[in-house]
């Protein structure tokens, strides 16, 4: 099949994916395509890297200098400053409900504000306050999608647009436009599959987010027994095809982390099916500290070793542990940090690059680099919106453990997926923190307006007592 025949049915299989999965019952705000085209581009590459349609390019290889690094692209920067001042707009509009959200997630707003006040004692304040305000977006994108008038219906739509987009692009590009779909580093010259993406470790995560929700939407339809045949039906074939597309992409990218990750995430959705689990929460506590703690023995105690051979990797994490010693030993204000995302500039990064010849620009661990550039401080806060997203999630699965499975098992995947790969701030996978952690007054149901209390008419009896109280009352 020829690339142009192939681009014309994968546009026809995607149009016929969101028709399977149409829910005409759902009403959604028209802003919800701004979360959209940003997680769009978060999760792919930038609209510079689209436009001049360049393949992917490794983010341990960068070809650049470390200099090029501070100024970054005109273009990129002015469509994320336009995505974000529009969304500002929609949230202005829905003042009341955006309200409601920002007191109820207090330490959300506390993090993001102290990373704008690191910005001050930064090494490149310039740099780091453009960095901070693209951060600041993110919040605002989740802002807009749990402050619809249905929260539950946007986070569906939500993952259903950028699944049916993203992931039979990146099959597209992989089979059939291989210049864009895969990378070849500088060095090696080894081959890998990014699809729309500019790496394969995040082509992983891609899948990894998606094909959770696309499994979340498969149990759906699977335990609904109010909905019609038909409905049911076009939403097992339609998440179900790009779920199993989400699977093969998982092997082609070789990215064992995400994929770890994705089937310990499945387990937490499954077990929201079983009776056991969804009325004991005792039991989702001891099945996610079961998660964590093997997941860190096998990676950092080297307990069961031989389970992260069996998963293709070496005990030392493909070098991994060498580099946390390096930039470690670099750091010069433990409690505070460098600053927001300052670490990995200038001379810090000339001497990494140095050492490593494959150019590394994040520590492969994201708490280590949420320690270089937010210090103890940031550490901290982190561990404050864990704790009270944690809480915020498990008082809602006690009323509904499968709407709630998936917001706990993105929270785990963080916290997993970021002891081996950095995946803090400007990250789809921390987007999908924030959505699953922020507190939504009322839950993420629909909000419902107020029905006017009509009372019924006084009887006689009653009509004299109230005379009787408003002559007194004068």
Not at 68 to 84: A, K, V
Not at 86 to 113: D, E, K, Q, T, Y
Request: charged share 15%; glycine share 8%; net charge positive.
């Amino acid at each position: 099949m020829t690339p142009q025949n192939a681009t014309v049915l994968f546009a026809f299989g995607i149009m016929g994916l969101f028709l399977l999965a149409r829910d005409g019952k759902a009403r959604t705000s028209k802003a919800l395509w701004i979360p959209v085209v940003w997680l769009w581009i978060a999760a792919s590459r930038p609209v510079s890297g689209w436009l001049s349609g360049s393949g992917g390019v490794s983010a341990d290889a960068s070809l650049g200098t470390a200099d090029q690094l501070l100024d970054g692209s005109p273009l990129d920067r002015f469509f994320f400053t336009g995505l974000i001042a529009i969304g500002v707009i929609v949230l202005f509009m829905r003042s009341r409900r955006v309200g409601g959200l920002l007191r109820a997630n207090v330490p959300i707003l506390l993090f993001f504000l102290y990373c704008g006040v690191s910005t001050l004692w930064s090494d490149y304040t310039d740099v780091s306050f453009k960095r901070w305000i693209k951060a600041l977006g993110d919040l605002v994108m989740v802002l807009i999608v749990l402050s619809d008038s249905d929260p539950l219906a946007a986070v569906k739509r939500l993952l259903a647009r950028l699944a049916f987009l993203l992931i039979p692009a990146s099959v597209l590009l992989i089979k059939y436009y291989p210049d864009l779909g895969r990378m070849y580093s500088p060095f090696t010259g080894e081959a890998a599959s990014t699809g729309v993406t500019t790496n394969k470790n995040q082509l992983g995560y891609v899948c990894l987010l998606l094909g959770l929700g696309c499994a979340w939407r498969v149990l759906e339809a699977v335990r609904d027994r109010q909905g019609t045949r038909r409905s049911r039906s076009g939403l097992l074939i339609a998440h179900g095809t790009v779920l199993a597309m989400a699977i093969w992409l998982f092997w082609m990218a070789n990215s064992m982390t995400s994929f770890a990750c994705f089937l310990m995430a499945v387990t937490l959705l499954v077990a929201a099916h079983v009776r056991a689990f969804a009325r004991r929460v005792w039991l989702v506590h001891l099945q996610v500290a079961a998660i964590l703690i093997i997941s860190f023995s096998a990676l950092f105690l080297n307990v069961g070793s031989g389970l992260v051979q069996s998963m293709g990797r070496d005990p030392s994490l493909t070098g991994r542990t060498d580099i946390w010693k390096l930039v470690l030993g670099m750091v010069r204000n433990p409690l505070f940090g460098t600053g927001f995302n300052s670490f990995w500039l200038g001379k810090r990064l000339e001497k990494v690059w140095s050492v490593y010849w494959w150019h590394p620009m994040q520590a492969h661990d994201g708490y280590i680099d949420l320690y270089l550039n937010l210090g103890v401080v940031g550490l901290t806060l982190l561990a404050v919106i864990l704790v009270a997203g944690y809480r915020n999630i498990v008082a809602a699965y006690r009323r509904d453990s499968h709407l709630n499975s998936l917001r706990l098992a993105y929270l785990v995947v963080f916290v997993a997926y970021n002891f081996t790969e950095s995946a803090l701030m400007m990250s789809p996978v921390w987007i999908f923190l924030l959505l699953s952690t922020t507190a939504v007054p009322g839950g993420w149901g629909r909000t419902q307006p107020r029905k006017a209390v009509t009372l019924p008419p006084l009887s006689p009896p009653v009509v004299p007592c109230l005379e009787e109280i408003r002559v007194m009352s004068k």
